[in-house]
């Protein structure tokens, strides 16, 4: 765009709505500027649009009614692309959304001590109960989008912090409410607008909040017949009581403050007057501008509040997607040719027409029409009758046909992955297990290449959720989780986890799972180094049981079954004896009382003998001692009789 601005980027980041600061000529210039690319835009993607809406038309088998050959011929539209579109729609489900937990946080690096696989059972678990539930419509939504991208090719989600609402907001958006041009090169820097309807009602609440300026707003135009007629309607401008007005919300690069360098805003203005309601920045912090040593802005990095699902890559666009419509469409559209030529024909056959000449004399004049069994006089005889009466040749429907529509079905069904085994029908009875998983396996060969992008589309989606979610209180996020596990300040940091959905999108097939599991558990009874806790676990999962770590628990080991035998032995044995004592107890007790009386007894004697008893110890100790000293002293004079002994012997004197 060509404006250039002279206002300062900071006091863009601290108002709310950066309109209220600009003049009013630079808001009509901006205006003009900016509704002439979107219109351009919206131009460029024509084309896309109108061919989007023959695949819906056909897909939905909506019936027209033809005047050629004649007024009311056959319009039967094979059901090719509708049989295909459904089934991808009930694959992409199962394999996409995969049970109660359909989101999971991938750990990113080194989990010292397991802290981040707690943390990402966490996120997991929340994130999955807030699309699930916290999420306006997101799961109905999902389903919407998984029905319409087979044929459109192309769908986006918008996710938002919806202010108004309070929560967070990830809503489904048409590729035609969403304006891009159709030659851009970089989806998530291109200029997209997003048409919304809003009624006079809204439009005036929300003036009087401040989120939109006052202006007054002439009326909007009324569409046109024709094909402008049909583009209005579906964007949902409508004849009634509250007239809705389209307000376009541009997510564009504007040169503000005329630096050289366009930033990235959100631009609010009315679709028919090109007025400008609202201009906010898409900055989300001073994070995402970067700087050079000079203070000169280098990049500043928008938020892009749409992610984009694609079937197929458009070759003509870097932007826009193929579906089902653009592969199968003009071959649809030949087998629906061949089909009502065929009725046709058999409608010529069971009701022939001719001339009739002037010799067949009908009173009543015109034409003559007959019921069956029913026979009509007219005054003319058999041979002028015959001679009078020249139907028209016309041929039975032509078996040549019916064999090009039967190549046609084929190829077609070829294309859409929708042959008989792809609808459930039985292969036959004599066909193997595995060879039918492997049969299975090619035909989803197609879509698994897209299932892979529908994946990774939602994995952006997801991210963007968990972006938001940093945020977010406490309260909210601890009500949802087991309190005793409460939030952690680096539960939403970013480069801790990657947010990817819980399916795999290389597993469309159940029994390809469960093929899958049962080979892993063959390798374990074959005593090949696998964990068989593991290995367990995917055979549940690829089973879909629920609470698959609560059936991973298991119970105390028990024990042997000869263990069982002793113990019970044993136990008997015990109770045996302890049935004997019961019957020794009475004659127990009583020899119990007999020894107590006469230990009472024995006790008493001794104390009435305890003073003889003490005065015989005492005179016996007394003779003891006396008889100790008598021998201590006649020990002593035989020693002295013995020494004087020895000195009358020797001469010696005393």
Known sequence: MRFKGKYKLDAALDAGNFAEKMSEEDLLTLGSQLGHAIEQDKQSMSGWLAQSDEWTKLALQVHEKKSTPWPGAASVKYPLLTVASVQFHARAQQALLKGPEPVKAAIIGYDHGGNKKERADRVGKFMSYQVLHRIPDWEDDMDRMLMLLPFIGLSYKKTYMSNSRGMTASELVLPRDLIINYYARDFEKCRKTHQIPLSTNGLHSQMKRGFYLEVELDEPAQPDTGTEKAISKAEYTYEGDDVERIIWECHCEIDMDGDGYAEPWVVSMDRDTKRILRIATRIASDDAIETNAGGQIVEIKGENFFTRFI??????????????????????????????????????????????????????????????????????????????????????????????????????????????????????????????????????????????????????????????????????????????????????VEGEFDIVPASDPDMVVKGQKLLQAESLWAKVREGLQVNPTVATARILDAEEHHDIEELMQMPPPQPSFEMQFETKKHEDEMQLEYDKLGQQRPLTEADTIKALTQAKKNAAAADAEMPKLELSASRDAAAAYNQRKDIEVKEQMAKQKEKDGVRKATGQSG
Do not use: C
């Not at 559209?333 to 022939?352: E, F, R, W």
């Open 311 to 492: 079937f197929m890559p458009d070759p003509n666009s870097k932007i826009y997607g193929i579906g089902l419509g653009t592969l199968l469409g003009p071959l649809n559209s030949a087998v629906n040719t061949l089909v009502n030529q065929l009725i046709d024909a058999g409608t010529l056959a069971v009701m022939p027409s001719g001339f009739l000449g002037r010799g067949i004399r009908n009173s009543r004049g015109g034409s003559m029409k007959f019921l069956p069994g029913e026979w009509k006089g007219i005054p003319s005889t058999g041979d002028d009758l015959r001679k009078s009466i020249f139907p028209l040749p016309v041929k039975e429907p032509s078996s040549v046909l019916f064999q090009l529509l039967g190549m046609l079905v084929e190829s077609g069904q070829q294309v859409g992955s929708i042959a008989d085994i792809m609808l459930g029908e039985n292969p036959g009875q004599n066909q193997p297990y595995s060879t039918t998983v492997q049969v299975l396996e090619q035909g989803m060969k197609v879509f698994q290449g897209i299932y892979k992008r529908v994946y990774r589309s939602l994995s952006t989606e997801y991210k963007k959720i968990y972006t938001i979610n940093r945020s977010m209180s406490v309260d909210e996020y601890n009500n949802i989780l087991d309190p005793r596990a409460p939030m952690e300040a680096t539960d939403f």
